[in-house]
Every structure is written in C-alpha cells, then in structure tokens.
C-alpha cells in the first residue's frame, strides 16, 4: 500500500496515533454527511477506532475536523459529563425500570455522549449497580476482571482458528464472544491482535 507500519505489542498506547485515527477516519468517513453514531461505528466493526477517537480529541474534534454535524444531541450546547452530571442524567433516563438501558435506547434518547463517558469513566457495571438495575448482556465483575493479555491471546487463537480473516463484531456477538471483544478492544487495539494472529481486517462498508 506504499504506507509504512510500525508492530506495537497490545496495551502500548502508540498504536493509536493522531495520524492513524485521521487516515482510518478518512477512509470510513467518505461519502458521510454527518458524524454516525458510536452504535454505527460498532455495527461496521469499528469499536476500536471509535474508542481512539475518544482517547485523541473527543467526536467533537473530529467531526468538526472533517466538517461533520453531529447526530442525536439532545441540545446545541457541549456538556461536561461530569460524574454528577451523569447521574443525575441516568437518574432521569432509568427512571422506573430495573434494566440497564441498551446502546440503542441511549442512541434514541439522544445521549450517545453520555454512553461514551460512562465507558471512558467508571463503566457501566458501576453505575447499573450503583442503581440497582440489571444489564442486559454486560459482563460480569469477576469475569472483567480476569481478562489478562494471555486469556485474549489463546481464547482469541481458539475463536479464529481455521480463519483467514478478522471475524467481524457481529460474528464475535454472535458466537457469545462479546466479551472478548470487547476485552481485545480495550487491550491493545482490534488491528493489533488481528496482526498477532496474522488474519486480515475486512474493510468496513463505504
């Protein structure tokens, strides 16, 4: 492709560069006309992209980098999502019900920023037990707790074998394997294990 590439083991933060956020955003975002939802960017398998995002700027500086509106704000005016100030959202949002909300009824309600503080912040295995409701599909604490590099490395190797390409999120949700999705994202990147296992990323839809 004429690009260079640097290998990074998982968990070193370089992985994820201004510079490779921008190139990937590039490339997803052509032929967008506003900035898709966090629940978009994981339907096309991007879940680890979307979380560089937050780590370098916020969506806020790159849809306005790439001349982006951006969708489902409840209003014009950028909150900080304070731990105060989500509670005191959720409160409102939980209400009555004994269920932890899903992405796509944070994502109706117009508070996909909100889902993106809770996950950048305490998690929502916290803040569901802070209010007592339960998850739908979330993991546990104990087994968030015990998702070391090594785990993600052979249960990774076990899903893939026989694989020539990085299964898409739906086909690791699918399969049960939501967690370890999600544990790889967090440990490392989705382009770094893939690149461990040596399989292929599919190219996400234009």
Not at 20 to 35: C, D, M, Q
Not at 48 to 63: E, F, I, K, S
Request: aromatic residues 10%.
């Amino acid at each position: 492709m004429g690009v260079g590439f640097v290998r990074h083991p998982p968990g070193y933060a370089p992985i994820w560069t201004d510079e490779r956020v921008r190139r990937e955003l590039g490339e997803y975002l052509a032929g967008h006309t506003a900035w898709p939802s966090r629940a978009e960017f994981e339907d096309d398998g991007l879940t680890a992209l979307r979380n560089a995002v937050n780590r370098t700027g916020g969506p806020d500086r790159w849809a306005a980098e790439f001349g982006l509106p951006r969708q489902n704000r409840r209003s014009g005016i950028r909150r900080g999502w304070t731990p105060d100030a989500i509670e005191a959202t959720l409160n409102e949002f939980i209400g009555e019900s004994d269920m932890w909300p899903t992405r796509r009824e944070f994502d109706r309600a117009g508070l996909s920023g909100l889902l993106s503080a809770i996950y950048s912040g305490e998690g929502p295995d916290y803040w569901a037990r802070r209010f007592k409701v339960r998850r739908h599909r979330g993991p546990s604490p104990r087994s968030h707790a015990i998702w070391t590099e090594e785990r993600i490395r052979q249960d990774l190797a076990a899903f893939c074998a026989g694989r020539d390409a990085w299964p898409t999120e739906r086909e690791f949700i699918d399969a049960g394997k939501r967690d370890l999705y999600s544990a790889a994202s967090r440990m490392g990147g989705i382009g770094a294990w893939a690149d461990q296992l040596g399989l292929a990323r599919r190219r996400p839809r234009a």
